[in-house]
Nanobody, 125 residues
C-alpha cells in the first residue's frame, strides 16, 4: 500500500511563501498523476492542481497563478510552492495520487486512490 506523507506546513505571514512536500513510500509519480487539494475549516475539499506522469501541470481556480506544482521522481516527492499567501489560504493541504487515465476528471477527489493525511498551513500576522 502506497503511503503519502506531507510536510512543510506551518504559520506564515500574509504575503509570505511556503513549499510543501509530499513524500511517497515508493516510486509512483512517474506512473500516477499527483495532485494537491486543500481543506479549509467549514469548507469543502478544494482541488489546487495536478501534475502528470510527464510533468505537465494543470491548476484549478484556487491556485490563482500563485501556486506551482512540481515533482522529483527520483526522490518520490511531489511539491507545492505557494507564494503571496493570503489569510484565505489557511487550510490543511493534502496530496493525492491517481491511476486515472485520459477521460478522468482529476478535479474530483474520488478519482484518487492514495491520500496523505495533510499538513496544516496557517496564514496570519
Amino acid at each position: 500500500q502506497v503511503q503519502l506523507i506531507e510536510s512543510g506546513g506551518g504559520l506564515v505571514s500574509p504575503g509570505g511563501s511556503l513549499r510543501l512536500s509530499c513524500a511517497a513510500s515508493e516510486r509512483i509519480f512517474d506512473k500516477l498523476t499527483g495532485a494537491w487539494f486543500r481543506q479549509a475549516p467549514g469548507r469543502e475539499c478544494e482541488f489546487i492542481g495536478r501534475i502528470t506522469t510527464h510533468g505537465f501541470t494543470y491548476y484549478g481556480g484556487s491556485a490563482e497563478g500563485r501556486f506551482t506544482i512540481s515533482k522529483d521522481d527520483a526522490k518520490n516527492t511531489l511539491f507545492l510552492r505557494m507564494d503571496s499567501l493570503k489569510s484565505e489560504d489557511t487550510a490543511v493541504y493534502l496530496c493525492a495520487a491517481s491511476q486515472g487515465g485520459f477521460n478522468t476528471d482529476f478535479t474530483r477527489e474520488y478519482v484518487y486512490e492514495y491520500w496523505g493525511r495533510g499538513t496544516r498551513v496557517t496564514v496570519s500576522s
